[in-house]
């Protein structure tokens, strides 16, 4: 049993923080929102009332925050590395620019502390059955060997990508790919539909042949088609396709600083601009198949 500081109880944080309670690990919590605190306190957790708080006496603290500079506010300008214990490891699960992941690795490691960058990938469905997968960076391989059966409380799959910001690296390239390919599994179902045929056959056809692909498989974007799949629930998430775009531009920025040349991630970062501006970021990213059918042919 390990004694956890969970810090972000939001769509991800509240079912992660719930499947270390159900591992027999001692959970401090804490959120912005009460309610949210409330009811982890209610699964077993002890609510605290601050940050600083929860963190009292922890072996791990786990942040699941909304954006790079909620993390940084946390960590740096709220003082809370100041306030960890010297022995803690400090484990960022959030999905943030690999600049302040960076940034945040140094400054721990300036304090004598241990800090691992570890974003996940699964959505919530994966947070709430405990399948998730973390993608980590750290300065430190011993610190990532004591942190990982935690993250296996949480999840089925842990990699460590790297050093400091691998882990935020890996994910910008996982969610890149995956965008890619949800477009491209549209294009060809919206083809194959307007050329007569089944989109059930046509995505037989495809998952026995060379096209097969996650999207595909397990996420099929055509409605009715996948019973659980958010296509067949009005698109309701899921993972939005707000959050898609955030990782997009992720994934935009790091290939910037690299010179890393993603022509196709550039395109699939102008349709989800365009798809969320047009009012469906709250709607699943699967949704960009509506995109996909409701654009008029160039006809030049």
């Known amino acids: 049993m390990a004694i956890v500081a969970f810090i972000g109880l939001g769509n991800m944080g509240a079912p992660m923080a719930a499947n270390l309670i159900k591992a027999g690990h001692q959970v401090s919590v804490f959120d912005l929102v009460p309610e949210s605190v409330s009811a982890l306190a209610s699964k077993g957790a002890k609510a605290a009332a601050s940050a600083e708080q929860a963190c009292s006496g922890a072996e791990f603290v786990i942040s699941m925050l909304p954006a790079g500079k909620h993390v940084e506010s946390l960590y740096l300008d709220q003082g809370l590395l100041d306030a960890v214990p010297e022995t803690a490891i400090l484990i960022d699960t959030s999905t943030i620019d690999t600049d302040t992941a960076r940034k945040l690795s140094d400054a721990a490691a300036q304090k004598q502390r241990m800090m691992i960058d570890a974003p996940v990938s699964g959505g919530v469905a994966g947070a709430s059955a405990g399948t998730l997968s973390f ?36 994910k910008a390239c996982n969610n890149m790919l995956l965008s890619i390919l949800m477009i491209g ?36 974007p055509y409605p009715g088609l996948m019973e659980n799949a958010p296509a067949s629930k009005g698109y309701e998430p899921g993972f939005m396709s707000e959050l898609m775009l955030k990782d997009l531009g992720l994934a935009m920025a790091a290939a910037g600083g690299s010179k890393a040349v993603t022509p196709l991630g550039g395109l699939a970062y102008a349709l989800y601009n365009r798809h969320v ?5 709250k709607k699943d990213f699967s949704s960009i198949y509506q995109a996909i059918e409701s654009l008029e042919p160039d006809r030049e």
């Open 135 to 170: 993608m980590c960076g750290a300065a430190d391989q011993q610190a990532f060997e004591q942190a990982k059966p935690l993250l296996l409380d949480m999840g089925k799959n842990v990699f460590l990508a790297g050093g400091p910001g691998a882990g935020q690296v890996a």
């Open 185 to 220: 599994t549209s294009e060809a179902l919206n083809l194959g539909t307007k050329n007569g045929l089944d989109p059930a056959v046509l995505s037989d056809i495809m998952l026995a042949s060379s096209g097969k692909n996650w999207a595909l498989e397990v996420y099929n």
């Open 277 to 281: 501006a047009q009012g469906m970021g």
